[in-house]
């Protein structure tokens, strides 16, 4: 007998999970309805939605302008990933420590990935291997706009589609998103994997994906960073949760979706073993031994390389995200405020839904804080969360500031001042994020600019340098962009400068009676996991037939010994280009921080000083009218 129907009440604000019994029937329901146009329905429920097409676009003309714009912010990136694809595509590169079979901390597999999509660039019209580099860039810059086009559905739908607006918006103008975006890095590939992974457990839609979840965290810790994978769990705590107080089908169906999903990560781990096993020639679980090194290394592990204070990561985010950053910290303090003045939640569906997905920008936060070693880089992976965390506050602060009733402090507010202070912040916001885009930019983006003469004319023409040229670094070692910018088979080497750790090496190039890559499991000398100097690393100064060298006209002090001034030394060495290079050491704080136009009237505060970062080409001996001075030797 049918029950006689409830008398219709309001919808309230909430969400069931799709293992709970009661919540079967719904689930059933959305797949039946999934035939329905999906982004139509949306439309009609908010005006803030975008087609998740158009948002792609979006996301990724802002990656592609990294790609094709954005500084080596960071010499790993060169030293530990351009250089051992460089390897694998080309027959030489540097090889760092990590890459040592002695210590097998870094995956070959994930480097094989992009050597393939680099080598596949060859098969293109005018190829090179500059053109190789960008296509790379340009590669990660459309695989991490797919993934955030996906969390921006995924935060659109489950939370609210004016969250996923602010969510782009803070993604694509922010210097963070410059720098990650299509970084060559395992912290930017742990992002692309922390969006897929947080998009599948975020999306209840036609029921559960925690085995999705699982998987793409797995790989991006494997195949990426394993610190990353930490950032599931609070989603692993909330499917747990769940299934604590559900029923017992309910709570086997957990056990089994959390299963698939380590299942797949173990294969994705077999597959990392057996391409480690090849290259390396021996048993190594990759992802286990970076854990190592950083946590239970008795060498001094990643400390050896610099500690920072506590602010660091506080001022960096900062600076990358400025007013995003400051809301992402205010999410949870002001989710709960709305919580207990406004119980109805205005668009949230859950308290513990949201609360879950707000955790882990705080978790790693806190965790990396706590770290002496801090890197820019390490805050990759949380970025999407930041961003997250700060759309979630401006919605709950755009939903206060629309209160229209006259009885509160904010209703008594004119609409439209409210509107001006909102748009006004707003548009600092974006101010200073494009002028610190392009002040990074312009401050350093020299190192991509200056190899150019090697490579000639568009007709490969009138180039400098020959076959096997040596292209040597001292003080600037550190911003080589990478082999990619040699042509010829040009070498980078290393001379002796104020630095005094270790130095990446040279990948072994032997080939007949080796096989293939001898490189990745032949023994180096003088690696080590210590950071201490090796002087086997360096060539004497008759080998280089160029130089690179920064110049600093600012500074009036006398150069360190082993670092002198080679731009000025017209008589040995000749200028081949040059490029402006950002003086930090004499450019004041906000200058450094910012790009102000340098217009009559500009305080000297905001004034850029420049030195000059120059490819130079040794001259020959009777240009220089001897052969080479006794005091080139810079072995002492």
């Known amino acids: ?12 604000q909430h969400f069931e999970h799709p293992s709970a019994g009661h919540a079967k029937k719904k689930v059933v329901e959305l797949l039946a309805n999934a035939r329905q146009p999906f982004l139509p329905r949306i439309r009609r429920l908010s005006a803030y939605a975008i087609e ?5 676009y979006v996301f990724l003309v802002a990656n592609l302008i990294a790609a094709a714009f954005a500084p080596i912010q960071d010499c790993d990136e060169t030293f530990n990933y351009w250089e051992p694809t460089h390897y694998l595509s080309h027959g030489y590169g ?12 870094r995956s070959w597999l994930y480097v094989a990935l992009h050597s393939i999509v680099g080598s596949f660039r060859r098969l293109l019209p005018r190829s ?6 960008y296509f790379v860039r340009y590669a990660l810059a459309f695989v991490c706009a797919l993934c955030q086009v996906l969390l921006y559905q995924v935060s659109s739908t489950t939370l609210n589609a004016r969250i996923g607006l602010f969510f782009m918006i803070a993604t694509v103008t922010s210097p963070g998103n410059f720098h990650a975006a299509a970084a060559y890095l395992p912290s930017s590939f742990a992002m692309y994997m922390s969006m897929l992974g947080a998009a599948s457990f975020m999306n209840w839609r036609g029921g559960l994906r925690t085995s999705h979840g699982i998987f793409w965290f797995a790989t991006g810790g494997i195949l990426g960073w394993p610190f990353a994978a930490a950032l599931c769990a609070p989603y692993l705590l909330e499917e747990a949760f769940f299934a604590l107080f559900s029923d017992k089908e309910a709570f086997i169906e957990c056990i089994m979706r959390v299963a698939r999903g380590v299942v797949a990560g173990l294969i994705v ?3 990392d073993f057996m391409i480690n096993l090849f290259f390396y020639k021996k048993m190594a679980v990759v992802s286990w031994n970076i854990v190592r090194y950083n946590i239970f290394s008795s060498t001094g592990g990643p400390d050896l390389y610099g500690t920072e204070p506590w602010t660091f990561y506080f001022k960096n985010l900062a600076l990358n995200y400025n007013i995003w950053f400051v809301l992402a910290l205010l999410a949870l303090p002001l989710f709960l405020i709305q919580k207990i003045v406004s119980p109805s939640g205005h668009g949230f569906q859950t308290g513990l839904r949201t609360i879950v997905f707000v955790m882990p920008f705080y978790m790693w936060l806190a965790i990396f804080t706590l770290q002496p070693h801090k890197e820019e880089r390490f805050m990759y ?3 999407p969360f930041l961003t997250l965390n700060a759309s979630m506050s401006l919605h709950i602060i755009l939903s206060a500031l629309g209160n229209a009733d006259k009885k509160t402090l904010i209703g008594m507010i004119p609409a439209r001042l409210k509107l001006f202070a909102v748009t006004v912040v707003m548009f600092l916001s974006l101010d200073s994020s494009l002028s610190r885009v392009y002040g990074i930019y312009q401050a350093y983006s020299a190192p991509l600019k200056i190899y150019s003469p090697l490579w000639g004319d568009s007709n490969s023409e009138n180039a400098f340098g020959g076959e ?10 550190y911003r080589f962009p990478s082999s990619y910018f040699l042509p010829r088979d040009m070498h980078a080497k290393f001379i002796p400068s104020e630095f005094r750790g270790l130095l990446p090496g040279e990948f072994s190039e ?5 096989g293939f890559w001898s490189g990745t499991w032949l023994p180096t000398n003088g690696l080590n996991d210590r950071n201490e100097e090796d002087p086997g690393k360096y060539v004497d100064l008759r080998m280089c037939s160029f130089l690179v060298d920064t110049q600093y006209p600012e500074r009036t002090g006398k150069a360190p010994p082993r670092e002198p001034d080679y731009v000025a030394d017209t008589s040995r060495w000749e200028t081949v280009k040059c490029e402006r290079f950002m003086d930090a050491e004499k450019t004041p704080l906000l200058a450094r921080i910012f790009w102000v136009p340098d217009l009559p009237g500009v305080p000297e505060s905001l004034k850029r000083k420049w030195g000059r970062h120059c490819l130079l080409q040794k001259k020959k001996p009777s240009d220089q009218g001897m052969w080479v001075d006794p005091g080139e030797m810079m072995f002492s």
Request: aromatic content about 20%; some cysteine; proline content about 11%.
């Open 1 to 12: 007998m049918a029950s006689k129907p409830k008398v219709e009440e309001p919808p309230k």
């Open 52 to 56: 998740p097409i158009k948002a792609f």
């Open 94 to 105: 540097l090889q760092t420590w990590e890459y040592s079979p002695d210590f097998a901390i």
């Open 128 to 133: 090179d291997k500059v053109a190789e580099f």
């Open 269 to 271: 781990l077999f597959f």
């Open 381 to 383: 992976p949380v970025y």
């Open 468 to 477: 096997g040229d040596n292209i040597c670094f001292g003080k600037e070692w």
């Open 510 to 514: 032997a080939e007949t009676g080796f």
